[in-house]
C-alpha cells in the first residue's frame, strides 16, 4: 500500500494539470458549438467548401458539425488522443522511475515479490486514470447539461469509449517499459501514437481507404450514433479490454524476469 501512496503523491501536480486541461477544453468546445449554431448556417456552409484533405486533418470528413453528436466527435478524438498520450506515458513512468532515479535497490530489497510491486504500480496508474476520467466526466457533464437530455447517453458512451482507451493506453505503457529495449520505451510508445493517430487521418482523405479509419482506436468511436440509445459500443470495447489484459499478463510476465538496473 505504501507504493500506491507514493504513486499517488508524486502524481498529484500531474492530476491537477491535467483535471484542468480537461476543464478548458471541456467548457471551451461546448461554448464554441453553441456560438456556432447561433451564428446560423453561414459557418457550417464555409466548411463544406473545404476541400476533403483539409476536413481529414481534423477527422471531419462525413461529419454533421451542425449537430451536436456530429460536432462532439471532433472533441472527443481530442479527448482520446490526450487519455491514450497521458495512459501510455503515465504506464512507461510508473516503472521506469526507479531506475532513473537510481533507487530501484530500495525497492526490490522490500519483503514483496515482483508480481506484487508489479500490481501496486498498475493499481495505482488504474486509480489515477479513474480520477481523471471522473474530472473528464464531471467536466463534460456541467457543459453539456443545457443540452440534456439528448445528449446523455452521447456522454455515457463516449465516458466508457474515454475510460477504455484510457485503460488501454496505461496497459500498452506497462508492457513497452518491460519489454521494449532499455530507453525505447518512450520513442516507441509515441511512435506507436503518431501511426495510430495518423494513419486514420490518411485514410479519411481517399473514400477508396475511409473504411480503414474503423480498425485504429483514435477513430473507432467516432460515430454520431453513439448519442443514440442502444447503441453502445460493447464489441469495441470488449476488444480493447481484452487488449489491455494481455498486454498487461505479458507485462507482468516480463517485469518478474527482466534485469533492473540499480
Not at 22 to 48: N, R
Not at 84 to 106: M, V
Not at 197 to 203: G, K
Not at 215 to 225: D, G, S, V
Request: glycine share 4%; aromatic share 14%.
Amino acid at each position: 500500500m505504501n507504493i500506491i501512496k507514493r504513486e499517488l503523491k508524486t502524481s498529484l501536480i500531474s492530476i491537477v494539470v491535467w483535471s484542468f486541461v480537461f476543464f478548458i477544453f471541456s467548457f471551451a468546445s461546448i461554448i464554441k458549438f453553441d456560438s456556432l449554431v447561433k451564428t446560423g448556417d453561414e459557418a457550417f456552409a464555409l466548411l463544406d467548401h473545404f476541400p476533403r484533405v483539409i476536413l481529414a486533418l481534423f477527422n471531419m470528413v462525413d461529419v454533421n458539425l451542425s449537430t451536436l453528436p456530429g460536432y462532439f466527435t471532433v472533441v472527443a478524438n481530442y479527448f482520446l488522443l490526450m487519455c491514450a498520450s497521458h495512459g501510455l506515458f503515465l504506464g512507461i513512468r510508473l516503472f521506469a522511475k526507479e531506475e532513473q532515479d537510481k533507487t530501484a535497490d530500495f525497492l526490490l530489497t522490500k519483503p514483496r515479490s515482483r508480481r506484487q510491486i508489479f500490481a501496486y504500480k498498475f493499481i495505482s496508474g488504474t486509480l489515477i486514470i479513474l480520477i481523471l476520467q471522473t474530472v473528464l466526466f464531471a467536466c463534460n457533464y456541467i457543459s453539456l447539461q443545457k443540452h440534456f437530455p439528448d445528449a446523455r447517453t452521447m456522454l455515457y458512451n463516449y465516458t466508457l469509449a474515454f475510460s477504455a482507451l484510457h485503460l488501454f493506453s496505461l496497459a500498452v505503457g506497462t508492457f513497452l517499459i518491460n519489454t521494449a529495449p532499455r530507453g525505447k520505451a518512450e520513442s516507441i510508445g509515441l511512435g506507436l501514437i503518431l501511426v495510430t493517430y495518423f494513419i486514420p487521418i490518411l485514410a479519411n482523405m481517399s473514400e477508396d481507404w475511409y473504411f480503414v479509419r474503423d480498425f485504429f482506436p483514435f477513430n473507432m468511436f467516432l460515430k454520431e450514433e453513439m448519442a443514440l440509445p442502444g447503441n453502445t459500443p460493447g464489441v469495441k470495447l470488449a476488444v480493447l479490454l481484452a487488449l489491455t489484459l494481455i498486454c498487461v499478463i505479458v507485462g507482468v510476465l516480463r517485469f518478474e524476469k527482466k534485469d533492473i538496473f540499480v
